[in-house]
């Protein structure tokens, strides 16, 4: 059974532009959220978190916005630039168990 | 944020031979570690979950005599691909946990096995 559902599987924006990646999840136990940025060939970096006592976190141009009574969360990049075309990930946890995405692979066209 | 690096970055061996991959956490002490293989454009499989100083729990269909998992200390564990085939090339990425509960991973930049 799939913890974490994400979508879309790719998306292509127009440099500029704003993409939205979502995610839902099931157990309502978890309790953090991040969100990973990978590059072909690299590990997955943190991006950015959030924990479910708010509904919406910004760091820089990334943002989560956090619906927990749908079990929700979706990433929002502002301003999206080439250089943040890569695969993110979603996932949800509790304690050490971890859950993620199947990914979003996003291309930022100049 | 906190560092995991791994060695090494790519290895190609032969098959039948066998592989040893480390995982360092380096500027934090991990209680848990995590191996994980990822397949091209494909999301990351967790294969297990090893605690400093215990035996590591394997996910379901991961043979544990064919993928061996120490976690001798705080700051390293290490995954040895044992007789390795073809079938085991793949991109193998570990991640280390912080000593509080529900802190986040932190992933190594990967290891690409190929087997010939």
């Known amino acids: 059974q799939q913890q974490v559902k994400q979508s879309p599987q790719s998306l292509i924006v127009q440099k500029g532009g704003i993409p939205i990646i979502n995610c839902a999840y099931e157990?309502?136990?978890?309790?953090?959220f991040p969100w990973y940025q990978q590059f072909p060939g690299k590990g997955p970096a943190l991006l950015i978190a959030?924990?479910?006592?708010?509904s919406e976190k910004k760091e820089g141009r990334f943002t989560i916005s956090f619906n927990k009574s749908a079990k929700q969360f979706s990433l929002h990049i502002m301003d999206s630039q080439p250089g943040d075309s890569a695969t993110y990930f979603c996932a949800a946890s509790k304690g050490n168990q971890f859950y993620f995405g199947t990914g979003t692979s996003l291309t930022v066209i100049p | 944020g906190a560092v995991v690096s791994q060695h090494p970055s790519r290895v190609i061996c032969k098959s039948g031979t066998s592989v040893k991959i480390e995982c360092r956490s380096l500027d934090f002490q991990a209680t848990t570690m995590f191996w994980y293989r990822q397949f091209p454009k494909q999301s990351l499989m967790l294969m297990a979950t090893?605690?400093?100083?215990?035996?590591?729990?394997?996910e379901q269909g991961v043979e544990k005599d064919k993928f061996l998992i120490n976690h001798a200390s705080l700051t390293l564990s290490t995954l040895t691909v044992t007789s390795a085939h073809p079938e085991d090339s793949s991109f193998y990425i570990c991640?280390?946990?912080?000593?509080?509960?529900?802190?986040?991973?932190?992933f190594g930049p990967g290891t690409r096995l190929l087997v010939l």
């Open positions: 157990n309502t136990a978890f309790d953090y």
């Open positions: 090893s605690n400093e100083g215990s035996k590591a729990t394997y």
């Open positions: 991640s280390a946990e912080g000593r509080r509960a529900g802190e986040t991973q932190y």
């Open positions: 959030i924990r479910p006592d708010v």
